[in-house]
């Protein structure tokens, strides 16, 4: 059982044709820094095949140590869960391209050390959070294909390390 890998630190199981819900075991893998869970629904003869379902797990939070996670490229469910907004070691997240719900909640702000987002096409909603513009490490930020709605702030200007 992938539960009982205590130690492992890097696990990548992207770019294959998995389907079913994220296992529960593998949020008690909390030594791990690098998740990769990525690209699982891929386009084959114009048909998508396989991806991840189900919703991202609150056990999330466990995963203190993470600093790359990319679940993007899946079939995954539900609101994006607060608990990964607490995640602060986290220097690159990719969710994008999932059937998530939901706003972008103000707590992305604890995220200080982020470089990466891509919350594309993930059908998130509402307006962007201000506080998403508190995040100077930022070189690369995606939030194409939304419905994400009112102004882009002139707070966008902080950060200055976008390329």
Do not use: C, M
């Amino acid at each position: 059982l992938i539960g009982n890998l205590k130690g492992l630190r890097f696990l990548n199981f992207g770019l294959n044709f998995l389907t079913g819900p994220i296992p529960e075991e593998l949020w008690d893998l909390v030594k791990l820094q690098q998740l990769y869970l990525n690209i699982n629904r891929q386009n084959v003869n114009n048909q998508f095949k396989g991806g991840l379902t189900g919703t991202i797990s609150s056990k999330i939070k466990q995963l203190t140590e993470l600093t790359i996670l990319h679940l993007d490229g899946n079939s995954l469910q539900g609101t994006i869960p607060p608990e990964i907004w607490s995640l602060t070691s986290l220097v690159k997240l990719f969710l994008g391209n999932n059937d998530f719900s939901g706003n972008l909640a103000t707590e992305i702000a604890y995220l200080i050390h982020l470089d990466e987002l891509d919350i594309s096409q993930t059908n998130v909603e509402g307006l962007i959070p201000e506080e998403l513009f508190t995040l100077k490490n930022l070189t690369n930020l995606n939030l194409g294909l939304n419905y994400l709605e009112g102004t882009i702030s002139s707070q966008i200007s902080k950060l200055y390390k976008l390329i």
